[in-house]
């Protein structure tokens, strides 16, 4: 049986990372309207990234015989001043996630619940990956500045993400 404290806090990160699939969508959409397809490609890779993350999260807890219970999504979004200020948004947004989950960590530690632990090993390397990338693509608006050549070729270059989806998943289905 799944330790209720940690199934309540996964329960909860279930609906975190669910947000954030809904906060990235509304992101691609207000870059598809403004025109930025390349940004828009980079958010939706990110919505399908954090729908992923959710569900590891409900795989986890279905594998330990707990239960999911899912939650209401608050509202998130829908415009931006710039992609600089979309992805200082971001960048702030995944520092919170990460807290959610060192915090989570923390739990499974004052638990004794080392499966837990083991399997946020991964949240946490995967947060790092992620702060590291929105502060690279902060580092390259900062350097484009109000250069729309600049911010065409960034456009481009984020038009050639691909999705690939996460180990966890592959081991897991």
Not at 37 to 66: L, S
Not at 108 to 122: G, M, P, T
Request: aromatic fraction near 10%; charged fraction near 25%.
């Amino acid at each position: 049986m799944m330790n209720p404290k940690i199934q309540d806090a996964i329960n909860a990160q279930i609906n975190a990372e669910l947000y954030s699939a809904y906060l990235y969508l509304s992101m691609a959409q207000h870059f598809e309207a403004e025109g930025l397809p390349g940004f828009a490609n980079w958010f939706k890779i990110q919505f399908k990234e954090e729908q992923d993350h959710a569900t590891i999260f409900m795989n986890y807890i279905n594998q330990r015989g707990g239960r999911v219970i899912l939650k209401a999504i608050d509202a998130v979004p829908t415009s931006w001043e710039s992609p600089m200020d979309a992805f200082k948004a971001t960048l702030e947004h995944e520092q919170k996630v990460t807290a959610l989950i060192n915090n989570l960590y923390t739990l499974a530690v004052e638990e004794q619940d080392y499966a837990s632990r083991d399997r946020l090993n991964w949240f946490i390397t995967e947060q790092v990956e992620e702060e590291d990338n929105c502060r690279t693509l902060i580092d390259k608006l900062r350097l484009i500045g109000d250069n729309g050549m600049g911010l065409y070729m960034l456009n481009t270059e984020l038009a050639g993400r691909v999705y690939s989806a996460p180990s966890p998943l592959a081991t897991e289905e």
